[in-house]
């Protein structure tokens, strides 16, 4: 029955129960009139409906506008009888479980049941709201296993397995419908990943490898035992190309006599590859490629040491012979940093050793000496102070006796020395403007002579004296008139080169 009908006959009903009272009013109270109120009385039920058969008839046969006028009109609190509550509810029950048989679209299902939902029945209301939530919910998934099929065909198994791992276990029928693709995406995302993986790996480009792969186990949840070996296969390969990598630069240095460049190079490579390079049974990712590589590893492995020292013994040879002591010790220092445990060491140190500079104090006092050794520290005209430990410390004359003209020490050698360094300068109470001469002589034969002045300041001195067997040092004024009063000078760190 349409909305305006049932509205209809119930103002019928009520006219006609008025119309009965009003008879009665008027009629006596006789028998006339108690059979008409018996009558009146046997119409009534006849006349009247039952409000909750209604409601339910409204709702069971989908007019939701007549059922909810019943409701406004009979039922203003919105407490029906339970029996109406159990019987709509299983009425969206039915509703609902149409859907899932695939008997009704969700549109449909989800309509009739927020129409229930909105008569306005608390009891109702509360019933089939989770009824509403399900289909809602189930739609969902079905939205999501449609974009996941879409991933799929198109070869995305990335998103697909993602999409697909986002169905719950509790929804049982939609996992069986996408189990078959879910197992497929899984393994067709591992095979993808590998591919990308050696074509990373095919252009030593490990870092793009590793992320590939690291990428793929994440989607994964960390479940495939073969991704995590490929993994550590590949960090295996970087490690070692890149340490063939550090050998060819290292060669290219070595080869060019760049030596401390060359141990650079191999700087901070792990031992364990070092160690590996040398073993036939090493297995190294696209051989064929790094193959040239690995061999001039090892060739260089076998021959870099015993050239380096080769190289080095010849180059030191070459220095001391030029008298470039400072070079060739720093030489040999280098080749004890890169080879502290080499045998080959044992020959350069003791070719340095022979070369060391001897203090002219060790071979005892001078013959003639009119020079003081000092036990103390001297001060220069620098303003630097000397140390006696630093070496030979001795100072000339310095005014205590007026009038001396010169000062001096003579050493005997044995002819085996070619070289004599010395530090030379004033001391801080040299006279300002004085200037002072030191001669170097060898057996009366004068090799050099030196002008000290505070305005000469230091004087490093480098004197050959190939053969000499007597080496004397003096101090004279450098006029004739002119003696050492206030011109004392300092001789610091005096050694001689065989």
């Known amino acids: 029955m349409a909305a305006a009908e049932q509205l209809n006959a119930r ?3 009520r006219r006609t129960i008025l119309l009965l009272c009003i ?6 109270i006789g028998a006339e ?4 109120i018996r009558r009146a009385e046997n119409a009534i039920p006849v006349m009247q409906c039952d409000p909750a058969a209604e409601l339910t008839d409204a709702v069971r ?3 939701f506008e007549a059922a909810k006028l019943i409701r406004l009109t009979d039922f203003p609190d919105g407490i029906v009888p339970e029996s109406v509550t159990e019987t709509v509810t299983a009425q969206a029950q039915a509703v609902r479980d149409a859907y899932f048989q695939g008997l009704t679209d969700a549109e449909t299902a989800g309509t009739q049941i927020a129409s229930i939902a909105a008569l306005g029945i608390p009891a109702l209301t509360e019933a089939v709201q989770p009824l509403s939530e399900e289909i809602r919910m189930h739609e969902a998934w079905r939205l999501i296993i449609r974009k996941a099929d879409a991933s799929f065909a198109a070869g995305n198994y990335a998103d697909a397995y993602t999409q697909y791992g986002r169905i719950p276990n509790s929804e049982q029928a939609l996992q069986q419908q996408i189990a078959p693709n879910y197992t497929q995406s899984a393994a067709l995302l591992t095979v993808q990943a590998q591919a990308h993986a050696d074509a990373a790996e095919q252009a030593h480009d490990y870092d793009e490898a590793i992320r590939q792969l690291n990428q793929t186990l994440r989607i994964l949840g960390g479940k495939d035992d073969g991704l995590e070996a490929r993994l550590a296969d590949v960090r295996q390969h970087q490690i070692i190309y890149q340490y063939l990598l550090a050998c060819r630069q290292a060669r290219m240095h070595f080869d060019a006599g760049e030596y401390a460049a060359a141990a650079d190079a191999f700087s901070g490579t792990p031992q364990i590859i070092w160690e590996a390079a040398a073993r036939s049974d090493v297995q190294i990712h696209d051989q064929k490629d790094v193959y040239p590589y690995f061999s001039m590893l090892c060739d260089t492995l076998q021959s870099y040491q015993d050239t380096y020292f080769r190289i080095l013994m010849q180059k030191l040879h070459t220095l001391l012979a030029d008298g470039d002591l400072t070079q060739a010790q720093t030489l040999a220092a280098e080749a004890e940093t890169l080879y502290p445990e080499a045998e080959q060491l044992a020959a350069v140190q003791a070719l340095m050793q022979q070369a060391a500079p001897k203090e002219l104090i060790s071979f005892g006092e001078p013959a003639l000496s009119d020079f003081t050794a000092a036990e103390s520290a001297l001060t220069g005209s620098d303003g630097k102070t000397y140390e006696s430990e630093s070496g030979n410390l001795f100072y000339s004359y310095d005014g205590a006796l007026s009038g001396r003209k010169s000062c001096s020490a003579e050493f005997t050698l044995d002819g085996t020395y070619r070289r004599l ?16 001469l030191l001669e170097i002589s060898n057996g009366g034969r004068i090799l050099e002579t030196y002008a000290v002045s505070r305005k000469n300041g230091v004087l490093h001195i480098d004197l050959d004296i190939t053969g000499a067997k007597t080496l004397r040092l003096r101090v004279k004024p450098s006029g004739m008139d002119e003696d050492l009063r206030n011109a004392g000078v300092i001789i610091a760190d005096a050694k001689v080169i065989a």
């Open 11 to 13: 103002a019928r009903r």
């Open 23 to 28: 008879v009665l009013l008027l009629c006596g």
């Open 33 to 36: 009139g108690y059979l008409l």
């Open 61 to 63: 046969s989908g007019d």
């Open 421 to 436: 360094t010395l530090t030379a300068l004033p001391l801080n109470t040299f006279a300002k403007d004085t200037v002072v």
